[in-house]
């Protein structure tokens, strides 16, 4: 089981352009939580997605929006990137309603320049 | 709000010695507590929780509900533990984890 799959891995964009990024939950895991941790700092939610729709979100823009395929998979967009975006993104899978602990991607390397 | 606090950036002890990495957290329910740890190079990765009251690695956390931490302990460091401890909060099952700042562990020959 490869776990949690992120791609890619470091990406470097201009400001106003859009990213998107991508995640593949670990084997039986349905939902998918998307993080932005900028340097020095803990994890912060963007949002959540189960069952193809967002089930929570954070503290962020409109700029950021997501999706969730049948296959779990999902994708991270953000729009009109600003310097600030600059952060590593990162995924994190769970089973629904389960007390377990999320799993972890590596993460994603976004540098807007 | 859900809140949690790690007031300690860098936490640096001598091998053999104890470590008690803080966490507090504001929340007016009964949470789930976790620890995260991310070793150098290496994705960040579930620890332990409150709810299996386990030990791993040798570290234990306790949660307090009247002081509203969750402080993790370990009696004896060892080198391999030093690493980036995230304390997380969620509210229930399935809901999305709020984590602390962190705190950086150094623990020195």
């Known amino acids: 089981d490869a776990g949690v799959t992120q791609s890619p891995t470091h990406l470097i964009k201009t400001r106003g352009q859009q990213v998107t990024l991508r995640c593949s939950p670990k084997s039986g895991h349905d939902t998918v939580s998307w993080y932005q941790q900028a340097l020095g700092q803990g994890p912060q939610f963007i949002f959540q997605y189960y069952e193809e729709e967002e089930r929570q979100r954070g503290n962020f823009p409109d700029r950021f929006s997501g999706h969730q395929f049948p296959n779990y998979s999902s994708e991270l967009n953000v729009n009109a990137l600003l310097l600030g975006d600059s952060a590593l993104y990162l995924c994190?899978?769970?089973?629904?309603?389960?007390?377990?602990?999320?799993?972890f991607g590596s993460g994603t390397r976004l540098t807007v320049v | 709000a859900q809140r949690v606090t790690q007031p300690e950036k860098l936490l640096s002890v001598f091998k053999g010695a104890p470590v008690e990495l803080k966490c507090n957290y504001s929340y007016s329910g009964s949470p789930e507590l976790f620890w995260y740890v991310q070793y150098s190079r290496q994705r960040l990765q579930l620890l332990l929780r409150h709810i299996s009251r386990e030990s791993i690695k040798g570290f234990t956390a306790d949660l307090n509900k009247g002081e509203t931490s969750f402080h993790l302990k370990k009696p004896f460091a060892q080198e391999e533990d030093s690493a980036m401890y995230y304390c997380a909060l969620r509210a229930k099952a399935g809901n999305m984890l709020t984590f602390g700042g962190g705190t950086r562990l150094m623990v020195k020959p």
């Open positions: 994190a899978s769970s089973l629904a309603d389960s007390h377990y602990g999320y799993t």
